[in-house]
């Protein structure tokens, strides 16, 4: 049994033009790369752009890449998912008329999926009031899939540093739920 191609692999492939390379790479990444843009946009419909974007330039950046220099494949794709979203954020907001909210589900379970749905989009409004970095930190270690070295390389700062801007970020998001008038619980994060 051979082990799965590496990250690198993957890319040089890439970088010869081989589309089940890019292809194996996507779905490698993706998810990862949809639920980052998610958490630090808010918007499905956006954070589903911001990956198609940031793989595309996976593809034409490729020939480029140079894993020599000791980055990782994901420290750069992530990076260039964060900037994408900065960048969407500050574009003045579209509404779309599919924006407008549905009636809750009136199944036995609908009051439980809208006070989820809720919690969720409170939760939502919290991270869109913290500063760019310390939502890029909260998005980046709280979705599981990176550590916080790993966090620390994609945004150019220490260990440290960035477990300060953690610290920080979920003082700020206990402080905007608590204005809100909910208690923040361990379970939100």
Known sequence: ??????DQDLLQATAQGDRW???ALMERHTPFALA???RMLGNADDAEEVAQEAFLRVWRKAPDWD????ARF?????RVVINLCTD??????IVAMDDIDEPPDPGPDGLERLAQGQMQKLVSQALNHLPERQRAAIALCHLGETTNAQAAETLGISVSALESLLVRG??????????????ASGDLL
């Open 170 to 183: 979920r003082r700020g998001l206990r402080d905007y739920l608590s204005r809100q008038g909910f208690a």
């Open 88 to 93: 969407r954020k500050r574009r003045k907001p």
């Open 36 to 38: 980052l843009a998610m």
């Open 67 to 70: 894993g020599d220099g000791g």
């Open 74 to 78: 994901t420290t750069w794709l992530y």
């Open 1 to 6: 049994m051979t082990a799965p191609p590496s």
């Open 21 to 23: 390379a890019f292809a």
